[in-house]
């Protein structure tokens, strides 16, 4: 997700391939005025891939991000995929390290060049999560929540999944928000398909803390990545109950 505005360049979670990465690079002016920002929503391998392809960029993700225990097996789970893929990369992987750190439960707003931001913690499916709201855009990127190809992938605990939910619910009652991106899926573009997906992502969270956990195409509906998501169901039901949330 790249956005140019106010002659500020801003971008979450760039991904994935070489390609994609450089093409991405190309889109953004050589200068922009006010400053170039790369936002993490959260630390997970595939959202931290685009580090050494934005150089000069301020870093920003959550302080919970910058003390993550998992940052080796993040880096580790990066390069077999793209030992798996043969994705032959000519830059040197890393974790990032973070130029600002957002604080939602002391800080939410912040200007970032001449944009407006607000950060809200979303934590459920990581504990270093964020949203982050630009109002005079009506713009929400959410990192791993809401999409419409898959249910939530469960790293924290449900309640907080369920909290992370409550403040989108929240943003929509004050800020008219008129284009949701997600990590995973397509954009939604109103207010009822944002409520929509809050709702699929509730029915799917109950239905994994009843003693009889139904199939997930039951609680969340129809994905076209059956086989994928079968085996992310079955871990979600195992760390649900292992870790008993």
Not at 26 to 45: C, M, N, Q, R
Not at 116 to 140: M, N, R, W
Request: glycine letters at 6%; hydrophobic letters at 35%; proline letters at 4%.
């Amino acid at each position: 997700m790249a956005c140019h505005y106010a002659q500020t360049d801003v971008i979450w979670d760039p991904a994935y391939t070489p390609d994609e990465l450089l093409s991405i690079q190309e889109a953004i002016p050589e200068v922009s005025h006010f400053g170039k920002f790369l936002i993490y929503t959260h630390g997970d391998y595939d959202h931290i891939v685009g580090r050494p392809y934005f150089e000069g960029f301020t870093q920003i993700g959550s302080d919970l991000m910058e003390v993550r225990q998992d940052k080796s097996r993040s880096l580790a789970q990066l390069r077999a995929i793209d030992d798996e893929y043969y994705i032959d990369r000519s830059v040197s992987l890393r974790y990032p390290e973070l130029d600002m750190l957002i604080r939602p439960e002391t800080q939410s707003e912040y200007r970032l060049g001449g944009i407006d931001i607000k950060f809200y913690a979303a934590q459920g499916h990581t504990v270093d999560g964020l949203f982050s709201l630009l109002p005079e855009l009506g713009l929400l990127v959410a990192g791993d929540y809401l999409s419409n190809v898959e249910f939530p992938f469960i790293e924290d605990t449900i309640g907080h999944y369920h909290e992370s939910m409550d403040t989108a619910k929240k943003i929509l009652k004050e800020c008219k928000v008129e284009t949701m991106v997600p990590g995973h899926g397509t954009i939604a573009y109103t207010t009822k398909e944002i409520l929509n997906r809050i709702d699929h992502s509730t029915r799917y969270l109950d239905s994994l803390v009843v003693p009889d956990i139904v199939d997930w195409r039951i609680s969340w509906g129809y994905s076209p990545f059956e086989s994928f998501l079968d085996k992310m169901h079955q871990k979600n039901i195992d760390y649900v109950r292992s870790h008993k949330i």
